[in-house]
């Protein structure tokens, strides 16, 4: 019997070309080639992607409405469309600023074969709705289209490291707490900040907790000082403030004691030069020039919730404190050097890509244009529904402190090199030997892990992992359901496979690795190429067993608690783990 092999992404796309009027339906947005996801599992059936406005109940509907189940012998898989996928279909501008000045983690797979209804071209065609809304706001709005086009091609200046501080490995005997969000997270870092004597030395993706804005300023009195390197992201959905009105808040009330500067990031509008292409992705506090604060999270609500005020999302995260001048020292140099970066390329507050003088009749400044982005960004997201019962508490996993451990640790830094080899990542190439000496296990639990080409030095990360898989390494991969489902499909189709060993978890902000239960990475590296070579990132690897197993007991549990496979056994076997009911219904 002949063996029955799965249709290309090509000849889908005939399929779905041969029959657009069967898939035009209301409330259908796009349709492409892809992968059969139920029940947020992988069923390994190649599948017709329909991406629908709202998805509701096949019996609600009228059959007029309802889309085939299958065409040509490809099943027609339902999927209800992302914010910014709602928001793409009725304004493409607007969803074009949020994706150009937006969080690196919103970003959306391309898939090369995804056509538009009802009219059915290519999302990519010049011909297309979305492109042709494009090109029609560039020539209505000039003003905002120059200043994106401004503040997009904006300067690149050199990355410049620390001088004299080598990215080695320390052999160290010294005190580490560790803890994990959103169990121990905030107290910890409230304690860690509340000993301060003199200074507080950040690098900061985001920032903008209440209650920790509340706690600097209530710890930073008298003659200490503060000095903040400081990302302008997309605004955090749990924020209590900005990120600009938490530097307001902290230059009113440090005065001269609080030196802060945004991050020399591509789309920034508040920076007139870039180094990092998309983020400044660091979250590391530095105390007195003795302690160090090391986390996978930001100040913000999600990732570091304060339990009398805890947010609907509550974000998986570890973090270390780490207790030793020598490295402190280290991690405050390379943060003097990004504020030293950054401080010449600051936008005056009255830049036009900040504020706009012009009348009200002319085009909104961009500043203006990205924030009502974002609005409409937010309107197009579906409220979250109150669960039908209380969730079980989850066990509380305490903060641990080992004194006076034996320890080798290993800064991690991106974009920077090897001082032994200046063509290389200094992070992606410890990486690399790092896994390649997994023996027995290799845990990994991220936001999300990038899809790759199968070259190319992000590849060999996950060629790297791959290895492992084949070598009989017990490999598991923890994804975030929110963010890894849609990359681990695209890994599915093309590229380095990792999906047979991925389970996905709601509400993982973490960025860790364990190693043969003796090892582990705490880190704010995200697996995408970006993460592990351009933007600003920092990590550390801590070579003690106790201070591994302790996250390895988080990991485990999280996997088998927390945690759902994407690609089930009964995938292999053909059978479908569960069953569909939801179709189109027009928005």
């Known amino acids: 019997m002949t063996k029955k092999t799965a249709a290309s992404a090509a000849a889908i796309d005939r399929i779905i070309r041969r029959n657009l009027g069967k898939l035009a339906r209301p409330g259908v947005l796009t349709v492409r080639p892809g992968f059969e996801i139920t029940g947020h599992q992988l069923t390994g059936r190649v599948a017709i992607v329909a991406t629908v406005h709202t998805k509701t109940k096949t019996r609600d509907l009228p059959t007029t409405d309802l889309l085939p189940q299958s065409l040509g012998g490809i099943r027609v898989d339902v999927r209800e469309a992302t914010p910014q996928q709602r928001l793409r279909a009725s304004d493409p501008a607007a969803a074009s600023l949020t994706q150009a000045f937006g969080r690196p983690e919103n970003a959306a797979p391309q898939w090369p074969y995804e056509r538009e209804l009802p009219g059915g071209r290519l999302l990519a065609s010049s011909k297309s709705r979305e492109q042709t809304a494009l090109a029609q706001y560039r020539s209505t709005q000039p003003a905002v289209a120059d200043a994106v086009a401004a503040r997009l091609s904006k300067p ?172 402190a020292g280290l991690f405050t140099a390379y943060l003097n050097q990004d504020f030293a970066s950054a401080k010449a390329h600051q936008a005056s507050a009255g830049s036009a890509a900040l504020t706009s003088a012009a009348p009200k009749s002319a085009p909104p400044a961009l500043g203006e244009a990205i924030a009502d982005a974002a609005a409409k960004l937010s309107a197009a997201t579906n409220p979250v529904p109150p669960p039908r019962t209380a969730p079980t508490p989850p066990a509380v996993t305490a903060a641990a402190t080992f004194d006076g451990v034996p320890v080798t640790i290993t800064p991690l830094l991106t974009p920077d090199n090897l001082a032994s080899d200046p063509s290389q990542g200094q992070y992606l190439a410890t990486m690399l030997a790092l896994i390649g000496k997994a023996r027995k296990s290799l845990y990994i639990q991220l936001q999300y892990i990038e ?44 590229g380095v496979d990792l999906t047979a060993n991925i389970a996905l978890q709601p509400n993982v902000h973490n960025k860790g690795v364990v190693i043969d239960s003796s090892i582990v990475v705490v880190s704010s590296q995200n697996f995408s190429p970006e993460g592990v070579r351009l933007n600003r990132d920092a990590g550390v690897i801590i070579e003690n067993a106790s201070i591994a197993q302790y996250f390895e007991k988080v990991f485990l549990s999280d996997w088998t608690t927390r945690a759902k496979p994407f690609a089930p056994t009964t995938a292999a076997r053909g059978r479908r783990p569960v069953a569909r009911a939801e179709r189109a219904r027009s928005t």
């Open 451 to 494: 899809s790759s080409t199968t070259t190319g030095d992000y590849a060999q990360l996950l060629q790297a992992i791959a290895a492992r898989i084949k070598a009989g390494v017990d490999v598991r991969l923890i994804e975030s359901l929110e963010y890894g489902e849609q990359w681990a499909e695209k890994m599915k189709a093309g």
């Open 156 to 327: 690149q200046i050199p990355y410049v490291p620390a001088p004299g501080q080598p990215l080695a490995p320390m052999t160290l005997t010294t005190t580490i707490t560790a803890c994990v969000s959103p169990d121990a997270g905030f107290a910890t870092l409230t304690d860690f900040l509340g000993a301060t004597q003199k200074s507080l030395v950040v690098g900061m993706y985001d920032f903008t907790s209440g209650p920790l804005l509340r706690e600097f300023v209530g710890v930073l009195t008298g003659a200490k000082t503060l000095q903040l390197v400081l990302d302008n992201p997309a605004p955090n959905p749990t924020r209590d403030q900005t990120d600009s009105q938490t530097v307001a808040a902290l230059e009113a009330a440090l005065k001269g004691r609080a030196r802060i500067v945004r991050a020399l990031t591509k789309s920034d509008t508040l920076v007139t030069a870039w180094i990092f292409p998309s983020a400044y992705h660091i979250k590391v506090i530095v105390r007195d020039n003795s302690a160090l604060w090391l986390s996978s999270g930001n100040l913000n609500n999600s990732n570091e919730p304060d339990p009398a005020s805890p947010p609907a999302t509550l974000d998986r995260d570890w973090h270390v404190v780490i207790e030793n001048p020598a490295l």
